[in-house]
């Protein structure tokens, strides 16, 4: 995450605001417009459902199908859209969305997921940077907690001003495609793994069998019933 909040950095930037470098490599910034309407369109490639949150909006749903999306098509509802503010993207599948941008601030997309926000599944709209500067007053209680905790709340993604990122957070990166040197090393240690697994089972079998057949067995080892029990009826 960058050294300052992305609020901060929108209020307190000067030219830049526009600029979504300024938020910080790390922060993955979309600056939009005040009454901008914005599509978000959402293709979901993973095994597994997605539910995407929009704080600050209720977006509209507009349509759904199988990923991925086509983006020479422009879908026209024929109905009123529903309105929400978190959607489930199921596996395969991508969603159109679209908003006014009516509401000044810093605004988190995201997926519900913990681990997979965690993992860099979200990104941050900047709604009109320059209505922010006019219409919002941060609570001096908010600042005076940063200062406590040592974070910086003003300047850009590192603190600084313009476009200068030094020391701002950067990553994570896309995993590299191809057999790398740990994918290779990663594959071989399956491998050695099962085949020691494998012999385990065996020699676990083999030992065992040969335990049994070393027990001696006897007439007196096997139960013999001592008489008979006669039920009748009178």
Same mark, same amino acid.
């Given at each position: #995450? !960058?050294?300052? !909040?992305?609020?901060? /950095?929108?209020?307190?930037?000067?030219? @830049?605001?526009?600029?979504?470098?300024?938020?910080?490599?790390?922060?993955?910034?979309?600056?939009?417009?005040?009454?901008?309407?914005?599509?978000?369109?959402v293709?979901? +490639?993973?095994?597994?459902?997605?539910?995407?949150?929009?704080?600050?909006?209720? +977006?509209?749903?507009?349509? =759904?199908?199988?990923?991925?999306?086509?983006? /020479?098509?422009?879908? =026209?509802?024929?109905?009123?859209?529903?309105? =929400?503010?978190? &959607?489930?993207?199921?596996? #395969?599948?991508?969603?159109?969305?679209?908003?006014?941008?009516?509401?000044?601030?810093?605004?988190?997309?995201?997926?519900?997921?913990?681990?997979?926000?965690?993992?860099?599944?979200?990104?941050v709209? $900047?709604?009109?940077? @320059?209505?922010?500067?006019?219409? $919002?007053k &941060?609570?001096?209680?908010? $600042?005076?907690?940063?200062? %406590?905790?040592g974070?910086? /709340?003003?300047?850009?993604?590192a603190?600084?001003?313009?476009? @200068? %990122?030094?020391?701002?957070?950067?990553?994570?990166?896309?995993?590299?495609?191809?057999?790398?040197?740990?994918?290779?090393?990663?594959?071989?240690?399956?491998?050695?793994?099962?085949? &020691?697994? +494998?012999?385990? $089972?065996?020699?676990?079998?083999?030992?065992?069998?040969?335990?049994?057949?070393?027990?001696?067995?006897?007439?007196?080892?096997?139960?013999? !019933?001592?008489?008979? %029990?006669?039920?009748? =009826?009178?």
């Open positions: #995450m !960058p050294k300052v !909040p992305s609020m901060f /950095t929108a209020l307190t930037a000067d030219e @830049d605001i526009f600029n979504p470098a300024i938020y910080g490599p790390q922060t993955n910034a979309h600056v939009v417009k005040h009454m901008q309407e914005v599509q978000l369109i293709n979901n +490639f993973d095994a597994g459902n997605h539910p995407f949150h929009l704080h600050g909006h209720h +977006f509209q749903l507009i349509e =759904r199908g199988p990923a991925p999306y086509d983006s /020479t098509y422009n879908p =026209r509802p024929k109905t009123a859209p529903s309105r =929400r503010d978190t &959607v489930t993207i199921p596996s #395969m599948e991508y969603v159109v969305l679209r908003f006014r941008a009516d509401n000044p601030g810093a605004w988190l997309f995201h997926c519900h997921i913990e681990w997979h926000i965690e993992g860099g599944l979200n990104m709209i $900047i709604e009109a940077p @320059d209505l922010m500067q006019e219409r $919002i &941060v609570p001096q209680q908010i $600042i005076d907690q940063c200062a %406590l905790a974070i910086p /709340t003003s300047g850009n993604a603190g600084r001003s313009g476009l @200068d %990122l030094e020391g701002a957070p950067d990553g994570p990166y896309l995993y590299p495609l191809g057999w790398t040197s740990k994918a290779k090393g990663a594959l071989a240690g399956c491998i050695l793994s099962a085949i &020691v697994g +494998f012999v385990t $089972i065996v020699w676990y079998g083999w030992s065992s069998q040969r335990t049994y057949k070393s027990v001696p067995t006897s007439e007196q080892d096997v139960h013999q !019933p001592s008489g008979e %029990l006669n039920y009748s =009826r009178d």
